[in-house]
């Protein structure tokens, strides 16, 4: 079945740690995008990207890194600089070509700060 | 810049009863407008899209919303509710010029009661 995958699904990290969020996806999307989720304040963009080796800042980069070295796979690290870094963070992917709209999401990572 | 607006945090109807829940977007163009669902703990999927057209669109699920660009809303209604309906609701709005990404409001949680 076709779709993204996200791991871990529940992480915990000490303050001062670095920690690296996976997201692969076998839709064969050229977009793909990370979110991070607080309750009450819907979703935030962090990076996204369109292409491989390419990526843009969203909203809420400060913090954060990824990388896009190959098409189905686009990790996120949170820096130990991420103030705040308790949330749930999801991964999406898109479609190439015209917008559409429909954004392919897993089911999220919850990073919790020891 | 894009905003939404979801004014409505929780929401609770009684299963079988009428729904509606009320977006409002602040954009100068012709947005792109969805309604996606979430259930606890997963990611998001997509109920319904306007890109333009027909005002009122149908969705998935039994969903429809409706484009009012004089009120600048796009509300999601459904016209009997199941208790499968309880799940948190994003607004989102995206165009063309600001890329392949959307702006998500902050979500309405809608509780079903028998």
């Known amino acids: 079945d076709g779709g993204i995958t996200q791991s871990p699904k529940y992480l915990f990290r000490k303050e001062g740690q670095n920690v690296t969020l996976s997201c692969e996806q076998n839709?064969?999307?050229?977009?793909m995008y990370w979110y991070r989720q607080d309750p009450g304040q819907g979703l935030r963009l962090i990076y996204y990207?369109?292409?491989?080796?390419?990526?843009q800042k969203g909203d809420i980069a400060e913090g954060y890194s990824v990388s896009r070295e190959k098409k189905e796979s686009f990790p996120l690290t949170v820096t130990s600089a991420q103030k705040n870094p308790t949330a749930f963070y999801l991964c999406?992917?898109?479609?190439?070509?015209?917008?559409?709209?429909?954004?392919?999401f897993g089911e999220g990572s919850r990073l919790t700060v020891l | 810049a894009q905003s939404v607006t979801q004014p409505d945090i929780h929401i609770t109807v009684s299963e079988g009863a009428s729904l509606e829940l009320r977006c409002n977007y602040s954009?100068?163009?012709?947005?792109?407008l969805f309604w996606y669902v979430q259930s606890p703990g997963q990611g998001l999927q997509l109920l319904l899209k306007?890109?333009?057209?027909?005002?009122l669109v149908q969705g998935i699920k039994g969903f429809e919303a409706e484009f009012k660009r004089s009120q600048s809303s796009f509300n999601l209604r459904k016209p009997s509710v199941h208790w499968s309906d309880a799940a948190e609701y994003f607004c989102?709005?995206?165009?063309?010029?600001?890329?392949?990404?959307?702006?998500f409001g902050a979500g309405t949680i809608l509780r079903v009661k028998s």
């Open positions: 999406a992917s898109s479609a190439s070509g015209a917008f559409t709209g429909e954004l392919f």
């Open positions: 839709l064969n999307h050229d977009a």
């Open positions: 990207s369109q292409i491989v080796n390419d990526f």
């Open positions: 954009y100068g163009a012709t947005p792109y």
């Open positions: 306007y890109f333009s057209g027909d005002t």
């Open positions: 989102a709005v995206g165009a063309l010029e600001y890329g392949n990404k959307l702006v």
